[in-house]
């Protein structure tokens, strides 16, 4: 029958996705006419631990072109949009989230506008799509099986007889130093 230890490491103890699928609305100066594209860029975020749950703080800038006055001039609109979304993460059973945990937030999916709508006079409306991925690093208790036996030692045998011994010190030439110096 085996012993077992136990060992507390770090390891993610709980782990999940969430894909989210906003709506946010923008003034445009003018009247638009046509919206031209949208794109999202320079997205960064950060996660974090709150009482049960974890959060992600993010932020990313839209960039929406349109056309205005009967589709004769165009520009853009640039706007830093923030977000705070929450997950509720699974975490395994014997993790310990009392301690210093860690929580490691990656855009599975970055932030894409999927449709930009004209509203009401200059508004101008956008969906936005992403997907992230949160894992929690905590400290865990893993279980091991031990051995209570040391392995035995296991015997080296050189494999020079006695006779090979005999045979190295009779041929040994303790002049041999001397003799090569007065040579040289």
Request: with cysteine; aromatic share 8%.
């Amino acid at each position: 029958m085996a012993a077992y230890k136990e060992i507390v490491t770090k390891a993610v103890v709980g782990k999940g996705k969430k894909r989210f699928q906003n709506t946010y609305t923008v003034e445009a100066e003018n009247i638009p006419t046509t919206i031209l594209g949208c794109w999202v860029i320079n997205h960064q975020f950060h996660g974090y631990k709150t009482d049960n749950k974890v959060g992600v703080k993010g932020s990313f800038d839209i960039n929406i072109w349109y056309s205005y006055d009967n589709d004769t001039k165009t520009t853009v609109i640039n706007q830093n949009i923030t977000y705070d979304d929450m997950f509720n993460v699974r975490v395994k059973e014997n993790a310990d989230l009392s301690g210093d945990t860690d929580i490691i937030v990656r855009s599975l999916k970055q932030p894409t506008c999927g449709e930009a709508n004209i509203k009401d006079g200059k508004t101008i409306s956008f969906n936005i799509e992403k997907e992230l991925g949160v894992e929690i690093v905590g400290e865990t208790k893993v279980k091991i099986a031990i051995e209570e036996e040391e392995e035995p030692w296991e015997e080296i045998i050189d494999e020079v007889d006695e006779d090979t011994l005999n045979e190295i010190d009779e041929n040994i030439d303790e002049n041999y130093i001397k003799s090569t110096d007065q040579e040289g």
